[in-house]
């Protein structure tokens, strides 16, 4: 069980908007720490994607954004492209645990 | 540019212990403002926070593997060690080691990953 939630799948068109939302608690999203999202492609290793709860890396397109709400935090990708086909994980610090991770979101472009 | 890069034996046999390193390039490891972490993920499964240390020497670890995990850090070599004890099949995993930025605590360098399997 991990401390933070995902949605196990999410799916949208080609040119479509998704959303992939990561539901902590107030012992670490809730208490105000920022969310980082990462994505990764079969076989390889994640890559940080969104840090900062909503702050860019250099590369990463701005049709990739990330936002937060109490203890929920999301991800959302505009203009849906097949190579956005992978699996999305949330991590954020925790007052307890230290570093926790949401269990995966697999995003299938149709 | 930073690289991380995992080493160790891909095999383990059941109550031995897990042994890897991570050698670090393009930076030093005493630069003091990144923990130096491992991960792993099991086939199929998410990602889960092994521990990390800073250069220092300060160690913190996953509540749920702390009794079998040791992580330490050899500045010389610019590398950094994982040891997990009394391995079972459940410790079967991708383990990837990973840089975390000390200020934002995101991971934003990663090595690609080696796959350990336990098994007799």
């Known amino acids: 069980q991990s401390a933070l939630t995902q949605p196990p799948s999410v799916s949208g068109a080609p040119g479509q908007r998704v959303t992939i939302s990561c539901t902590g608690s107030?012992?670490?999203?809730?208490?105000?720490?920022?969310v980082h999202w990462y994505q990764q492609l079969p076989g390889t290793a994640p890559k940080l994607l969104i840090y900062?709860?909503?702050n860019r890396p250099s590369g990463v397109p701005d049709r990739v954004s990330g936002s937060k709400s109490g203890t929920s935090a999301s991800l959302a990708i505009t203009g849906l492209q097949a190579e956005d086909e992978a699996d999305y994980y949330c991590?954020?610090?925790?007052?307890?645990?230290?570093?926790?991770f949401g269990g995966g979101t697999k995003l299938t472009v149709l | 540019q930073v690289q991380l890069q995992e080493s160790g034996p891909g095999l383990v046999k059941p109550s031995q212990t897990l042994s890897l390193t991570c050698t670090v390039s393009?930076?030093?490891?005493?630069?003091?403002?990144?923990?130096w972490s491992w991960i792993r993920q099991p086939p199929g499964k998410g990602l889960e926070w092994i521990g990390y240390?800073?250069?220092?020497?300060?160690?913190y670890y996953n509540p749920s593997l702390k009794s079998r995990v040791t992580i330490s850090v050899d500045t010389s070599k610019n590398h950094f060690s994982l040891k997990l004890s009394s391995v079972t099949a459940a410790d079967t995993a991708v383990y990837y080691c990973a840089r975390e930025h000390y200020d934002t605590l995101n991971f934003d360098y990663w090595g690609q990953g080696t796959l350990v399997t336990v098994s007799s």
């Open positions: 393009g930076g030093s490891i005493s630069s003091g403002d990144q923990y």
């Open positions: 107030s012992s670490n999203i809730g208490a105000g720490y920022d």
């Open positions: 991590q954020s610090y925790d007052s307890s645990l230290r570093v926790v």
């Open positions: 900062g709860t909503s």
């Open positions: 240390i800073f250069y220092s020497g300060s160690p």
